[in-house]
């Protein structure tokens, strides 16, 4: 998935309007019925449906017929722009410049501000693997799916943001979190290689210590990395490491704790081991060297990223484990997910449900976008 930034320069507020009431019809529709899009939007039904056939072209929404209704779902290219969008009218982005990782679940491009101070967009694509291996299974389970992918990702993005502002504020070496908004994260550049690419280093055995202190320092304050490896640390022209990639945190309470905490140490001594020829006795013991001071844990679900919200991420977490089923019947019990949902509910109310559950911050466009003096006087 390309992020195709031609189409930012070429759009009319119309076609952003429409875009966003398919955004926000989302909510509650996998497949957003044409007739609620423009009742959202507040546009006649003709000029929806041209409008429509616009943003299907550049790709921001798909038309979707399935044997209920006809509708449109919003791409993870509509969903880019939306953010995209967002991120400009906030200034926390004017340009983007290029991609700097693939990931298996993410793209990661550098960009800039106004006074060109770069930073970095991280946007999450979960789904985006095993996605691949439903693209033969009939359409709605393919559209089904994406939605759902869309709000999977989102929440990464959020926990994402959470965990890098908790971390950034009790002075660990994370990036300084900047932005977020739907499943993007924009955080600051770092100016250093990921220790995979690394060769050679002066002191294996500081940065060894180092990195195992880190874990430790971490789960006193109640987390584990989770995923902690030569990927996720970059290493700064001083030695210094610097951890990146939270979306799959956990918390020290977790069932599993000292399984995933074994995890990280055991990448770690692996890596030294092969890369470095490094290897050492010493190395933190969960029981042992775990002592927790803080709570960031539960901080961060006071924070923004509900506990509940954290469950629904594991839950697509713990699906992915059984291969195969959850192509077909993962997402289901995902909520807001449902194909016929809502079908007969009526509009009006539904067009004002959509509205108030809008995401964003009281300025946004989409607030923008609802207050209807803003389309008279255009
Ligand atoms: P993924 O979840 O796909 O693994 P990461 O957060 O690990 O995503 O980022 C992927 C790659 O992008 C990293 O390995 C690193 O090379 C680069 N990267 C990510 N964040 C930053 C950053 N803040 N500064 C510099 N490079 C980064
Ligand atoms: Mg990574």
């Known amino acids: 998935m390309k992020l195709d930034v031609r189409v930012l320069r070429y759009m009319s507020s119309e076609e952003f309007r429409v875009l966003t009431a398919v955004e926000m019809g989302s909510k509650n529709h996998v497949i957003v019925p044409t007739s609620l899009i423009a009742q959202i939007a507040g546009l006649r039904h003709g000029g929806v449906n041209k409008i429509l056939g616009e943003l299907a072209k550049k790709k921001l929404v798909a038309k979707v017929k399935n044997s209920m209704y006809d509708g449109y779902r919003l791409t993870y290219g509509g969903y880019d722009y939306l953010a995209l969008k967002t991120f400009s009218r906030r200034g926390s982005i004017y340009s983007i410049g290029k991609q700097i990782g693939v990931g298996k679940e993410s793209d990661v491009y550098l960009v800039a501000d106004e006074e060109e101070i770069q930073s970095v967009l991280k946007i999450h694509r979960l789904g985006r693997v095993s996605f691949r291996a439903i693209k033969a299974q009939r359409d709605y389970l393919q559209n089904r799916?994406?939605?759902?992918?869309?709000?999977?990702?989102?929440?990464a993005a959020m926990k994402e943001y959470a965990f890098m502002k908790i971390l950034h504020e009790h002075g660990f070496p994370v990036p300084k979190p900047i932005d977020q908004s739907r499943h993007c994260v924009l955080m600051e550049l770092i100016d250093?290689?990921?220790?995979?690419?690394?060769?050679?280093?002066?002191?294996?055995?500081k940065l060894y210590s180092d990195l195992m202190d880190l874990i430790v320092r971490l789960a006193s304050y109640g987390l584990i990395h989770g995923d902690f490896n030569e990927f996720n640390i970059l290493l700064k022209e001083d030695g210094e490491p610097v951890l990146i990639d939270f979306p799959q945190m956990v918390s020290i309470s977790h069932p599993n704790a000292e399984w995933y905490f074994n995890r990280d140490i055991e990448c770690i001594r692996t890596f030294f081991r092969k890369r470095f020829g490094y290897e050492s006795v010493l190395y933190p013991k969960f029981n042992l060297d775990v002592n927790r001071e803080f709570n960031l844990d539960v901080q961060v679900a006071a924070s923004g990223f509900t506990k509940q919200q954290q469950e629904e991420l594991?839950?697509?977490?713990?699906?992915?484990?059984?291969?195969?089923?959850?192509?077909?019947s993962g997402d289901a019990n995902i909520a807001n997910e449902s194909v016929i949902q809502n079908v007969t509910k009526d509009a009006k109310s539904e067009t004002e449900e959509a509205k108030s559950e809008t995401e964003e911050d009281p300025e946004s466009d989409l607030e923008q976008l609802n207050n209807r003096d803003y389309m008279a006087h255009r």
């Open 145 to 155: 799916k994406t939605a759902s992918w869309l709000y999977m990702s989102r929440l």
């Open 192 to 205: 250093a290689f990921p220790l995979r690419e690394v060769i050679e280093v002066k002191n294996p055995g």
């Open 314 to 328: 594991e839950g697509k977490n713990a699906r992915e484990s059984v291969k195969g089923e959850d192509i077909i």
